[in-house]
């Protein structure tokens, strides 16, 4: 009679533990809303191997080591330090404060609270991550080696305050200094060598950046000369 009893005992046992195990496994989350989390993250990352952004690409991320995807030089000394590899629960602990999980970082985003939007948003990388090609490719800048005559830039030249840029359509545009920046783009979709190109911005339309195929042509570019 007691063996039976005991036999009964340990098998409600069993069966309450297993309960308590299954009850507090955490819910997967949904991908298809995790997509639509993931514009938010889009704007710095994309899921193509190799195509880096603001931030690294996040393809193939699951089991890899923090701060080493190839040929992305702008990791922080604390993310690269950090020894930290890619799973569930330490994209968990990254996506809800980065900055607690590894002081020091550069990533300026402030978390996700919510932890359902977490348990989605990883879900998503885990599925998106390891089939990149199926994924929406994301933002794309413009193929600058395609530009209009108007967008073509045959010369620059500095007087005072203000920058006179000539295209290839024979116009001269004339912005004040503070609102023109220079910028490089080694891509193949930048522009080709000795065509910078320029590109519109600011909402009033008044700013603007010329975009070089390398920076070693500013200089050759940028003359000093009022006329």
């Not at 992305?72 to 890619?86: E, K, M, N, Q, T």
């Not at 933002?139 to 600058?144: E, G, W, Y």
């Not at 295209?167 to 783009?185: A, C, P, Q, V, Y």
């Amino acid at each position: 009679m007691m063996s039976t009893l005991r036999t009964v005992f340990v098998s409600i046992g069993t069966l309450v533990a297993c309960c308590t195990i299954a009850s507090a496994a955490p819910p997967q989350g949904d991908a298809k809303r995790g997509g639509q989390a993931f514009q938010i993250c889009a704007a710095c990352h994309s899921l193509e191997p190799g195509r880096n952004l603001t931030g690294p690409s996040l393809a193939n991320l699951f089991g890899r080591k923090a701060g080493t995807v190839p040929g992305f030089l702008r990791y922080s000394d604390a993310l690269r330090r950090s020894g930290v590899v890619w799973n569930e629960q330490t994209l968990d602990s990254w996506l809800r404060d980065p900055e607690k999980f590894i002081p020091g970082n550069d990533m300026a985003f402030p978390g996700v609270k919510e932890e359902a939007a977490r348990r989605d948003l990883i879900a998503y990388l885990k599925t998106a991550g390891s089939k990149p090609g199926a994924q929406p490719a994301g933002p794309r800048l413009p193929n600058l080696k395609k530009a209009a005559p108007a967008d073509i830039v045959k010369s620059i030249h500095h007087c005072g305050d203000t920058y006179f840029v000539g295209t290839e359509d024979g116009k001269t545009h004339k912005i004040w200094e503070f609102n023109l920046r220079f910028k490089s783009d080694t891509s193949d979709s930048g522009p080709s060598p000795g065509k910078p190109v320029i590109v519109g911005a600011g909402m009033r339309g008044d700013r603007a950046a010329i975009i070089f195929s390398s920076p070693t042509e500013f200089g050759a570019f940028i003359i000093e000369r009022c006329e």
